[in-house]
């Protein structure tokens, strides 16, 4: 990609009593400023049969860049074998929901250790990856907010080393929250993206997906997200990051102010 693009988790919250479904918030996000827009297929792929034409449309008039948040039913380490096959129906299912309205990244969250270490997890899940069919889409594996939930920095690089039509989405606020706010200044985020560049090639630098958002923490990681502005994460150190390491690709903004907050990411960027 040749820039870095700003855009929202979900539907924008409405504006002056108009609410939105997918085609109509695409125009709407272009005209407040912004450039992408992740569809949530948390619970269900919604992009169907009556939608997708004009949700294609909006995004082709608009030039916006779409991707889609994945199940949160998805564990490809599950103990029973068949909850491993059904998380994987989940994730291509998405995948061609995504592909229908020309999006690119599908994100998800691999899995749970439940009672296996890491290694071992790892192992599963890796396994179970190299069995997605390749496709115009990039699987993005996204780094997890809470201990419980298999996904470090470290645990999905490996993945994306072994498996080539994996990617990384880096959900910075996770990564803070996971570490009980561990990223607190720019060599904090800096290192990440080191990490990243010298495991993956600095290739990838030019194609990455970031979460990040105001969020809620204690010891376990993640409780909630948080209005950029009312909360401990340092998005001023992160953008600086991004633009000192001439990061392109597409930043998520999560959390309660969705359109307000991306765009104070966007200008804040912008304005370095
Ligand atoms: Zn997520």
């Given amino acids: 990609m040749d820039q870095l693009l700003f855009g929202i988790s979900g539907l924008p919250i409405p504006d002056g009593g108009r609410r939105f479904n997918y085609a109509s918030a695409i125009g709407y996000l272009k005209s407040f400023g912004l450039d992408a827009m992740e569809l949530l297929f948390v619970r269900t792929v919604n992009v169907t049969e009556q939608n997708k034409n004009l949700i294609l449309k909006a995004k082709l008039e608009n030039k ?5 948040h994945g199940s949160h039913y ?81 645990e999905l690089v490996a993945l994306c080393q072994a498996i080539p039509s994996c990617k990384l989405c880096i959900d910075f606020a996770h990564i803070h929250a996971r570490g009980n706010g561990s990223l607190r200044n720019y060599a904090d985020f800096g290192d990440i993206l080191q990490y990243v560049a010298d495991k993956l090639g600095k290739a990838v630098l030019n ?56 765009l104070i990411l966007k200008n804040t960027y912008l304005g370095l």
């Fill in 64 to 68: 916006i860049y779409l991707s889609a």
């Fill in 74 to 154: 998805i564990n490809l380490n599950a103990d029973e074998p068949i909850k491993q096959d059904e998380s994987l129906a989940r994730i291509i299912k998405a995948a061609e929901g995504l592909a229908q309205v020309e999006g690119k990244s599908l994100i998800f969250h691999p899995g749970y250790y439940l009672s296996d270490s890491p290694a071992d997890t790892l192992e599963t899940i890796k396994k179970n990856l190299a069995r997605l069919p390749a496709r115009e889409i990039d699987y993005r594996l996204e780094t997890t907010g809470k201990r419980s939930q298999f996904g470090t920095v470290p």
């Fill in 207 to 262: 194609d990455l997906h970031i979460h990040m958002g105001g969020i809620c923490y204690n010891q376990s990681g993640e409780r909630h997200h948080l209005p950029l502005r009312e909360s401990d994460f340092n998005y001023m150190a992160c953008l600086k990051a991004l633009k000192d390491f001439g990061i392109k690709g597409c930043v998520i903004a999560e959390g309660p102010r969705l359109q307000y907050d991306a």
